[in-house]
C-alpha cells in the first residue's frame, strides 16, 4: 500500500476563535514531504491561493497534486483565515474515506494539530515524537535529484515506513521501558541509520527533522490483546527511548506520551490519527 499524506499550504496559527497562516512550507518541508511519501496533496481554495515552492513543476510532473475546494458566498477575514485549515480537512476527511489503496494521514508543519472543532474528537491517544530522526537533503538541492535518489533507494525509504509500524505496534503492545531493547527498536534504529548513511552518500548537507505520530488506542488496527486502559495509564507518565544514534550535540531519541487530546476525526477508525513534523535549526554538515 501506498502512504501518502494531506499537508497544509504552510504553518497554520490559532488566534482566538480562528486561525491564519502564518508562512507557506519552505523548501526544506518541501523536499521532506516529497522524500518521505508516495503521495503528497496540498489542498487549495478559491478564495487565496497560497504556492508552494517550485508548484508549477511539481504538479506537472505530479510529484505533488493541489486539489481546489471552491467556496461560494461572501467571507470576511476571520473566514478566510479559517478556510486554510477547512480545505485541508476536507480534502483529508474525503481521501481517507474513499482512496483504500493508499494509506493517508493528514500532516502538518509544527507542535500540535490546528483543524477546526467540526473536524476534531477527544481521543485517548499516545504521542510518539523521534527527535532528531529523519535526514532530508538540504533546500537546495534540486527536485529531480530528490525524486532519482527516492526511486534508487526505495528499499531503504519503504523498510523505514515499516519500521516505524512494527515499533508502533510495539508500543502499543508492550509499553515499558525495556522497549528500547526489543527487536523492532533496534530495526527502527537501523534503518534510520541506514537513511542517514545513503544521504550523507549522496549529499554534502542535510537538515534533520523531528517527526510525531500520534497514534489512537482504540482504532481498529490496534491489537486486539492490548489492553487499553493499561497502556494509557502507564505511558501517561511518559518516558523517552535514546536510540544510540549521535550527531553533534544532537541524540536521537524516542519520546513517549499518553493523553487525551483532540485530533483528526475522520481517521478514528485507523492506527494513525495524524503526523507533525519541524526541522532542527542546526544543519547537519558532512
Not at 194 to 217: G, Y
Not at 224 to 234: I, L, M, P, R, T
Request: aromatic residues 8%; glycine residues 6%; neutral net charge.
Amino acid at each position: 500500500m501506498e502512504r501518502g499524506i494531506i499537508a497544509a499550504p504552510g504553518i497554520i496559527q490559532v488566534h482566538g476563535n480562528g486561525f491564519t497562516l502564518e508562512r507557506g512550507l519552505s523548501p526544506q518541508e518541501l523536499r521532506y514531504y516529497i522524500f518521505y511519501w508516495d503521495k503528497v496533496v496540498i489542498p487549495a481554495s478559491n478564495l487565496v491561493y497560497i504556492g508552494i515552492p517550485e508548484e508549477e513543476v511539481l504538479i506537472e510532473t505530479g510529484v505533488i497534486s493541489r486539489p481546489k475546494v471552491g467556496f461560494t458566498g461572501s467571507f470576511n477575514g476571520a473566514a478566510v483565515a479559517n478556510s486554510f485549515a477547512i480545505v485541508q480537512a476536507m480534502v483529508a476527511q474525503k481521501l481517507i474515506a474513499e482512496e483504500r489503496t493508499t494509506e493517508w494521514v493528514v500532516h502538518q508543519i509544527g507542535n500540535n494539530l490546528i483543524l477546526p472543532s467540526q473536524f476534531m474528537r477527544e481521543f485517548q491517544l499516545i504521542r510518539v515524537d523521534l527527535i532528531n530522526a529523519l535526514p532530508v537533503p538540504d533546500a537546495n538541492v534540486p527536485i529531480p535529484d530528490i525524486i532519482e535518489f527516492k526511486e534508487r533507494r526505495r528499499d531503504e525509504l519503504l523498510n523505514l515506513h515499516q519500521c516505524l509500524d512494527e515499533t508502533y505496534q510495539e508500543i502499543l503492545s508492550s509499553p515499558d521501558p525495556s522497549l528500547a531493547n526489543k527487536s523492532a527498536v533496534e530495526r527502527l534504529k537501523r534503518s534510520i541509520a541506514e537513511v542517514e548513511s545513503v544521504c550523507s552518500e549522496k549529499w554534502k548537507k542535510i537538515t534533520k527533522f523531528d517527526f510525531s505520530a500520534e497514534l489512537n488506542l482504540q482504532g481498529r488496527d490496534i491489537l486486539k490483546g492490548a489492553a487499553v486502559g493499561s497502556v494509557f495509564d502507564f505511558l501517561n507518565q511518559g518516558f523517552t527511548i535514546p536510540l544510540g544514534m549521535v550527531i553533534g550535540a544532537l541524540a536521537t531519541l524516542i519520546k513517549l506520551k499518553a493523553k487525551v487530546s483532540s485530533s483528526f476525526e475522520p481517521a478514528k477508525n485507523g492506527m494513525k490519527l495524524s503526523y507533525l513534523s519541524k526541522a532542527h535549526a542546526e544543519k547537519i554538515i558532512r
